[in-house]
């Protein structure tokens, strides 16, 4: 079968045996919001039409694509779910080449009642599953970093951060952006922005210090982004609240490298994922739904 | 004498009596950045100059003309300080048609010693200080809002709040303002962000639920803006704890209006000054300093 981990920003797909092996795979850009005019089964043609050619006939997507600026609306199931809730859900999506199925994504409400929604990482953290042991803390970060908690082999409740994007936005619309320069991200002040956020609560005051420290000559051009990495990123494990359970991080390495090094810093655990979760959640949903 | 409250984006004058009394007012949109080349004599002469003209020949500037910049750069006082210490610290400004001064900026550290720096809300913080009576909170709304304690007659701390500027960037560069429609604040959206803020800590968890409340039809386009203006200003009282307090609102009547209804619903109290502070400071400094 293939599977197709289709974001916002970027298409991933995988070749997977039938026992879960990736045989082969192709990262490209073409993420829901660079196909134009819709045209989403050209796109996905253009993308695994040698596979299909192959004689692959079976296509699992999951992701934004699913969402009502993709292909085909797919629902949200409400939490718990797993594997199986989501194999019993799979949405059908008109193409010719092949039988297509699009993973259902999840939804939540937080303790005041506020909705919260996912789509695509519910399959990373189906793919993750087995290293959670059925049990504990999973974290996705990114634009709209999640939280999830496991519990018996489900997801059983989550909740989102806005962080990656607060900090583009921070960084490109306000003050603090006119005295950063783009580089690496420097270890050290990350590490001051972890530790300021543990005045816990006033994030909206400890931007403000961004500019000040810089004004002070005590963040340079260099240091200021990492330090307001640190400080949003901080903010967002507090709140989080991982202690006393290892936090399972999924994702791109580099990023969940600083997720570690911040919760670590808060007094957490955690372990970093291997970056095919997609990959593994889409063999296993589709196995799950007898399909692969 | 002329008093002049002149900030990045506004330029206010004042035509004062030796008692305070304003006698001329004149406000334009020429703050420091609207300024070319740095022309601020060129710029200052053209609005005060039908003043001069009638014999005025004394001007104190307030302000981000104070800045790096701005005019020239005025030093920043520590707190504590009150019309005493800024009137011993005026700082002359080149200009032929009149004897020009600036007042300083204050500087304060907060608990981590990282730095706070304001520049104009000191002289409207002065002029303010009668209706404070020596002791208390002023609050003064903004891009980057101050909260300054006031005790024996001077600005003893201050802490600054980005909640203005993070707005705005959260609006203009997030998928937040891609559901905001501009229009009114809306009292009972503004409302509802204010309450929430009372998950305290929980900012980054609750920006991202201004998407989902809009995904699922509970915040509209035109409500959505108002939520998260509630949520920001909701945060920023909580983080300034004014409880015991009153607090007294400097600024524009529409945002301190705002705050007053978020500082209501956190349990504190607050009342309005009125919007000709910055006159009233600029008078009584100039009186301190003798030079009225």
């Given amino acids: 079968m293939i599977g197709v981990d289709w974001g916002t920003s970027s298409f991933r797909a995988f070749r997977l045996a039938a026992d879960g092996r990736i045989l082969g795979r192709r990262s490209t850009p073409r993420g829901i919001l660079h196909v134009e005019g819709g045209r989403f089964a050209d796109a996905l043609l253009a993308e695994i039409g040698p596979w299909l050619a192959e004689g692959e006939r079976r296509v699992l997507l999951s992701g934004m694509i699913g969402s009502r600026q993709g292909w085909v609306e797919a629902p949200y199931l409400p939490c718990p779910a797993g594997a199986a809730e989501l194999a019993a859900a799979l949405a059908p999506v008109p193409f010719d080449a092949a039988q297509v199925l699009l993973v259902a994504g999840l939804s939540d409400a937080d303790d005041s009642g506020t909705p919260e929604v996912m789509r695509g990482e519910e399959t990373q953290i189906v793919g993750a599953m087995q290293a959670l042991d059925g049990d504990g803390l999973a974290c996705l970060p990114g634009s709209h970093s999640k939280w999830a908690r496991i519990a018996a082999g489900r997801i059983a409740a989550f909740r989102t951060y806005l962080s990656g994007e607060a900090f583009a936005a921070l960084r490109s619309g306000t003050i603090l952006g006119r005295m950063m320069q783009d580089g690496p991200t420097d270890p050290a002040a990350f590490d001051r922005g972890v530790a300021r956020s543990g005045d816990y609560g006033h994030l909206l005051h400890h931007l403000f210090g961004v500019r000040t ?50 919760i670590a810093a808060c007094g957490g655990e955690a372990v970093l994922q291997d970056e095919d979760a997609a990959a593994r959640g889409l063999s296993l949903i589709a196995r799950s739904a007898q399909w692969n």
Same sequence: chains 1, 2.
């Fill in 213 to 262: 420290l810089g004004l002070f000559g005590r963040l340079s051009e260099h240091e200021s982004a990492s330090y307001l990495s640190g400080l949003l990123i901080g903010h967002e494990v507090r709140a989080a609240r991982p202690q006393g359970l290892t936090v399972h991080l999924i994702g791109a390495a580099p990023l969940c490298a600083l997720y570690a090094r911040a």
